[in-house]
């Protein structure tokens, strides 16, 4: 991807979310799909937004997924995202996906917006079908809104076992209008994707089409969302969108943009820390881990050795019982079908080198027993010393908890 100019700087914004960019509003309520909890969530924007989407690519695509689908196809516009928890709406034939068309005709008609700008998304158990009683009712009562609190109402109504609600917004300056991006998202297990990532959305009131929005967010997607994972497991209904409205007020970005960097690196950080948030916050993870390999062949080796071993469950076990039995990474690195030279690896786990051009070095195993310990976030960087490619992935440990919770999901 062409970029002119290095990035300009971006500002975090510690109490941002999806609802910072201008025109963007959320709502999230408890229609009764589960127990107590919120369970259905929407983002709306007073515009129609140029969007772009990427997704899981499970054989199974959920209903929700192939309506989002043809939504995007009309004109690449969206005005609405309808998100329900408790019910995947997968593996359910065509009532499941007559049952998805209906609810986003319901938000369609309340939200008085055409069809094919609203597109819906599902989280839940697979092969059980909507409450659409209480899908209508529930959105019926959805009265978005461009408030903090009703952001963080939204992104609690779409979480199934997650611990914590995932929020992230920058800001940047792009032809001197202050441009803004948020993100939500959700996910902790069944986390392995490739293409996209459990539910994630982004808004941005940045001026963009939807073709180039998708360039972009294909790469970033590449770099962030596909490099975590949890369990191996890849869901059936993984899903990122992002919306753009232009109400920033800059002249349409593209990749020959003088500043089509700094919209990249706004939507590479708020991808980025979604996706680390969703793989702190796996099923029963006590850890986040972090895999950074360097001196690979190629960016794309690197990014397939450090998902092979963030993804290993030796070395996701050993991260958990803090057992500094740096085996569990070489044995991960050994399967990578990646190209490596078996004399010049060197390993470290936080700053502690203990590999070295594939001799053991001198390190204290007392210290690394102590960092794994002692950190909540573990850092493992691997070089292989044959080439340029740099590559990082992220995920979590893998504790008793996990198969207590996966055990009982449904009860």
């Not at 180039?212 to 969302?225: C, P, S």
């Not at 820390?273 to 969703?278: F, M, V, Y």
């Amino acid at each position: 991807m062409q970029t002119l100019e290095k990035s300009k700087p971006i500002k975090v914004l510690l109490d941002g979310s999806i609802v910072s960019p201008k025109g963007f509003a959320a709502a999230g309520i408890h229609a009764g799909l589960r127990y107590s909890k919120n369970d259905l969530g929407v983002i709306f924007s007073e515009v129609p937004a140029e969007s772009a989407a990427v997704y899981t690519t499970s054989h199974f695509q959920a209903a929700p997924i192939k309506v989002t689908q043809d939504s995007l196809a009309v004109e690449n516009k969206l005005q609405a995202i309808l998100v329900n928890s408790a019910c995947a709406n997968a593996c359910t034939g065509k009532r499941g996906l007559a049952d998805a068309y209906q609810t986003r005709e319901w938000l369609a008609e309340h939200l008085n917006i055409p069809e094919h700008y609203v597109a819906v998304s599902s989280t839940g158990v697979i092969g059980e079908y909507l409450n659409m009683e209480k899908m209508e009712q529930g959105i019926k009562n959805l009265h978005p809104k461009a408030e903090a609190a009703d952001a963080e109402q939204f992104e609690s109504a779409i979480l199934t076992t997650d611990l914590a609600t995932k929020r992230w917004a920058v800001e940047a300056t792009i032809e001197g209008k202050t441009v803004t991006m948020g993100g939500a998202a959700k996910g902790s297990g069944m986390i392995h994707p490739n293409m996209a990532t459990m539910l994630a959305y982004v808004t941005t009131d940045a001026c963009i089409s939807s073709e180039h929005l998708h360039t972009a967010l294909k790469e970033v997607t590449d770099q962030t969302f596909n490099q975590i994972t949890v369990d191996g497991d890849t869901s059936t209904n993984d899903t990122v969108v992002v919306m753009a409205n232009g109400l920033a007020g800059h002249s349409p970005l593209s990749p020959q943009h003088p500043e089509w960097a700094t919209f990249v690196s706004m939507l590479k950080e708020v991808s980025e820390q979604l996706a680390k948030k969703i793989a702190r916050d796996g099923e029963g993870a006590t850890k986040l881990i972090e895999v950074k390999v360097n001196g690979a062949v190629s960016d794309e080796e690197a990014q397939r050795a450090a998902k092979e071993v963030v993804g290993s469950s030796l070395v996701k076990t050993a991260v958990f019982g803090a057992d500094a039995n740096w085996g569990r990474i070489i044995g991960a690195i050994g399967y990578s079908p990646i190209e490596v030279n078996p004399e010049t690896i060197d390993i470290a786990v936080g700053n502690h080198l203990i590999l070295s051009q594939s001799e053991v070095a001198d390190y204290s195993e007392e210290e690394l027993t102590a960092y794994l310990k002692d950190e909540e976030e573990i850092k493992i960087t691997v070089h292989l010393n044959i080439g340029e490619g740099s590559g990082t992935a992220w995920g979590c440990d893998l504790s008793y908890d996990y198969v207590k919770i996966n055990a009982s999901y449904r009860t």
